[in-house]
């Protein structure tokens, strides 16, 4: 997220604020003393809850309530007006950076809500005005839509781009087209007329060996494939690893954790900027390539929330606004799953239960937009090359029976079980990787990963091969076109269009079934260390490629239990026929959805990708109950997704929505400065510009409240330490006889005084900050936190103030109460 002027009304609310308290309210009793000040103030928030109306606050949260409290005197009201848009309406008086943040800070959820509502306001007001006017405002209201549709064009380009470049360059590791050879094997050998191919090759594909003189098979043109897979792929990694290491550090990952805690309204500058998002998408091509054991679903939401960023600047409404600009971006999230997988109302769905933390129904319909577009867009490009535009489509057609709901549950129990594994072991790794040397050396680690799944990768058919291919295939029902060793039965195939019969696995099927659990363990061990390699990886794909190897696995076992015992009860007769009644490929389907849902802690989002990714409707329920067993087993066994493992594991200052805060602790518990401690306070109107300056350079608050007087402790409002530097500087630039021992007023009329002349700052001061009271209890403030987006509140006792709670002692307190570590949130 670049830096970008924000010219809009905050300093000119400042004003505002300072108008209407002065007309319609008595600030000298101190009460909803307002006041914030503390180690780590304002530091980090996240955003309101998705349930919560920003407009339903306590007390007084700003200009917005002040305003409503205005309009509703209605001998006023004309005068109100008057205050409310004259603050508005130049540009002369604006302090320069007002209203920004500063890197790994939290926004200021409800000041941006209300700062949007006023100009939307002003612009209703101006709209009868003049014929530009009502242009404008029309502008104003469907900016959003366009933007989102701007989003989801872009989305799907980037799709079908980053689809047809991994698709070319994972063949290029096994041969080229000589006839054209920006060819990938599947469109070289589309022009052939042979009807069945060796493996996928026909005679235009030329492999490595064929180049070089050898035959297609045997032991030189073996070792040869060997060689040339194992160089391609370090040379795509190192190229990857490279790119991302010079041109920008933030592309490497999934993306998924800081997104959501970028939507929760933490500020992480060039994480969403234009070098991410191109190096994020030549860096996807390449890690797909080089058959590391990742995927590109991930990274697909970080790239699309790039483009949301990036287009959002188009549109000063979104642009210079950091809450508005959120609702974009949970939009280009649910298009980059849309794009992923060619499901758009599971990335609407996903973008809802995972990763956004604020989701109005005016954000749900955009995303549905934006997904819809993007999904357009992709299947208008079909880089797959056939009628759908899904990853994995499957055509079963048997209705399942009742019984197979106990392997279904069974498989989401081993999914919880495979899932909870690599989350602890990806974790216990990437702790080690951070804190060791190994952390130094981020280009070795991703050379030496390369080589060994490389290596091991290659004398396994079934690790060797695209893991989408891997995937596919484990879905599909054995038919009579089907060559693989997995569908190696004893069936005649008479008639093409007969019912398939229940026959007994062949050798073929026992000996695919070794080399797929030996492909399980290689791919569960190699995600480990590959998940957080400084490459673009994402993690979908590898965790629905081993629970589809275990489905599989459990449901050829449970079709030939039919084939053997058909009349048992347990079948209810529907195997006696003749007919095959168990489908091997739905099990692999469910077993998919296991570990993806108990890897991600999805659940609704998941059965709808799912069923969205195959095409297969009929078969919800299967999935439903595998999706929610597998999420019992991982909450059971532990208590996070690898998504927020990984947001705690980088201490990034993210509040959990969905946790519950169970303890019975007040707020003077948790509040900064303790009891008996000195808080560093302002006063309104006897401090000079040398001793406000002074408790900047001594203290290291984010923001500081302002009282009447040291001794009184009456609370007037609560400044920022940004505003404060700015205003300063600005006022030195622009204002004459401004000194050291000029004072600074921050409330009340600005008297002429002996002297030089005094510095007014009331238009930074924000007089109606968030208070509780000191017995407040914490589960109330942590609510207060997670449904407003507060950065801080301040704590008051018989309307003096005692001190500040800031997100980070939110966070702290938290771990405290769980008994973990509160020095792991890092940031401010």
Known sequence: MERFPLKSSVSKMGTTYQSVYKKGANTSNGRGAHTSTDDDMVDITPGPHRAADSSSTPTNHGTFQLY????????????????????????????????????????????????????????????????????????????????????????????????????????????????????????????????????????????????????????????????????????????????????????????????????????????????????????????????????????????????????????????????????????????????AFGAPIGGVLFSLEEVSYYFPLKTLWRSFFCALIAAFILRSINPFGNEHSVLFFVEYNKPWIFFELIPFVGLGIIGGCIATIFIKANIYWCRYRKYSKLGQYPVTEVLVVTLVTAIIAYPNPYTRMNTSQLIYLLFNQCGISNSDPLCDYNRNFTDVNSAIEKAAAGPGVYQAIWLLLLALILKLVMTVFTFGIKVPCGLFIPSLALGAIAGRIVGIGVEQLAYNYPKIWLFSGECSTGDDCITPGLYAMVGAAAVLGGVTRMTVSLVVIMFELTGGVRYIVPLMAAAMASKWVGDALGRQGIYDAHIALNGYPFLDSKDEFQHTSLAADVMQPKRNETLAVITQDSMTVDDVETLLKETEHNGYPVVVSKESQYLVGFVLRRDLNLAIANARRTMEGIIGQSVVIFAGPVQPLPGPPSLPLNRILDMAPITVTDQTPMETVVDMFRKLGLRQTLVTHNGRLLGVITKKDVLRHVKQMDNEDPNSVLFN
Request: overall charge neutral; some cysteine.
């Open 68 to 339: 409503e409290h205005s309009g509703r005197n209605s001998n006023a009201s004309a005068n109100w007006d008057a205050v409310i848009f004259s603050g508005m309406q130049g540009d002369t008086d604006e302090i320069p950076g007002i209203g920004q943040y500063d890197d790994f800070h939290t926004i200021d959820w409800q000041r941006d809500i209300a700062r949007d509502r006023m100009r939307h306001r002003y612009i209703v007001k101006k709209r009868q005005d003049s014929i530009w006017d009502l242009i404008k405002g029309a502008h104003d209201a469907w900016s959003g839509w366009v933007c989102v549709l701007l989003v989801g064009v872009c989305t799907g380009v980037v799709a079908g781009v980053i689809d047809i470049g991994a698709s070319w360059m994972t063949d290029l590791k096994f041969g080229i087209c000589p006839q054209a050879f920006w060819f990938n094997r599947e469109q070289c050998c589309w022009s052939n007329d042979e009807i069945t191919f060796d493996h996928g090759n026909c005679s235009e594909w030329m492999t490595w060996p064929q180049l070089f003189g050898e035959s297609r098979d045997g032991p030189g043109a073996y070792i040869i494939s060997y060689l040339f897979y194992i160089v391609w792929a370090l040379l795509f990694a190192a190229l990857s690893a490279s790119l991302v290491r010079m041109f920008a550090p933030y592309a490497c990952g999934s993306g998924i954790p800081e997104i959501k805690t970028i939507l929760s309204g933490f500020i992480i500058r060039g994480y969403l900027g234009k070098w991410t998002l191109i190096i994020k998408v030549v860096g996807l091509i390449l890690s797909v390539s080089s058959g590391l054991s990742l995927g590109k679903e991930g990274p697909m939401v970080h790239i699309a929330s790039c483009l949301g960023n990036i287009l959002s600047y188009l549109f000063p409404k979104y642009g210079r606004n950091e809450a508005k600009k959120r609702e974009i971006l949970s939009a280009a999230a649910a298009a980059g799953v849309s794009v």
